[in-house]
């Protein structure tokens, strides 16, 4: 499985961007597909998952600013951000979990796939 993350940019705060997870060659639908965002110097930090069967999940610091869904294609996993804050940059990857738990969706190591990142900044 390939995937690639897409859609970041310099955005003022307030600003909205949504993001896209694609995958080559495989359905991302087979499986639950995470995002995670690495500021610089923290770690990597689990923002939301959508699980196979299409539970929803989010860290409490985007919960009702983000929204993550599931594209027509079948292939493809977006995240729409608003509201963002200069907290919010980050490089934001995509990650591939091959199962339908949605248990410990927040670890790293539960991932066998992943995405480039995309740089997503808020700035004024």
């Known amino acids: 499985v390939q995937l690639q993350a897409s859609g970041g940019g310099l955005v003022q705060p307030g600003g909205s961007l949504r993001l896209s997870c694609t995958a080559s060659?495989?359905?991302?639908?087979?499986?639950?597909v995470a995002w995670f965002r690495q500021a610089p110097g923290k770690e990597r930090e689990g923002v939301s998952y959508?699980?196979?069967?299409?539970?929803?999940y989010y860290v409490d610091s985007v919960r009702g600013r983000f929204t993550i869904s599931r594209g027509s294609a079948r292939d493809t996993v977006y995240l729409q951000m608003n509201e963002l804050k200069p907290a919010d940059t980050a490089i934001y990857y995509c990650?591939?979990?091959?199962?339908?738990?949605?248990?410990?969706?927040?670890?790293?190591?539960?991932?066998?796939?992943w995405g480039q990142g995309t740089q997503v900044t808020v700035s004024s």
């Open positions: 990650a591939w979990y091959d199962g339908y738990s949605a248990d410990r969706w927040r670890q790293t190591s539960r991932y066998s796939y």
């Open positions: 060659g495989y359905r991302l639908d087979e499986g639950g």
């Open positions: 959508i699980s196979r069967d299409n539970f929803i």
